[in-house]
């Protein structure tokens, strides 16, 4: 997933049938610091739903390079915040929380092993 709200107020993903991205309805974007002092960014997006955002050239696959089994699901919500997972941790103390230094770093949350990935259930 790329945010890129900076630029186009847009969310796009990898390989998926909506070239132009999808608009963001929602984005909220905190830090919180625990109990040890640890400092977690917390984030929620959710994005328009999809049909907004439909291709002219759309293909009538059934798989994910389609837009109807996107429609199928809406729209999409990436969220520490709705689940209650907790973020992800950025700084082990509020002492070593730079946040000049993080604004420049792609952080990458959750990354699927290539090996355990199947391009069947992307989800």
């Avoid at 796009?12 to 909506?18: A, K």
């Avoid at 132009?20 to 328009?48: R, V």
């Avoid at 689940?83 to 952080?107: E, Y």
């Amino acid at each position: 997933m790329q945010y890129t709200e900076r630029m186009t107020g847009l969310i796009t993903f990898e390989g998926n049938p909506y070239p132009n991205g999808h608009a963001i309805k929602d984005f909220e974007w905190f830090a919180t610091q625990e109990d040890d002092g640890s400092i977690f960014f917390q984030l929620h997006l959710e994005a328009e739903n999809y049909w907004e955002s439909k291709p002219a050239n759309d293909n009538e696959d059934s798989d994910w390079t389609s837009t109807i089994v996107w429609e199928n699901y809406e729209h999409c919500i990436v969220s520490s915040v709705q689940w209650g997972n907790g973020g992800f941790k950025v700084a082990d103390s509020a002492a070593s929380f730079d946040f000049d230094k993080v604004i420049d770093q792609t952080l990458a949350v959750d990354v699927l092993d290539e090996a355990s990935s199947d391009d069947d259930d992307p989800g």
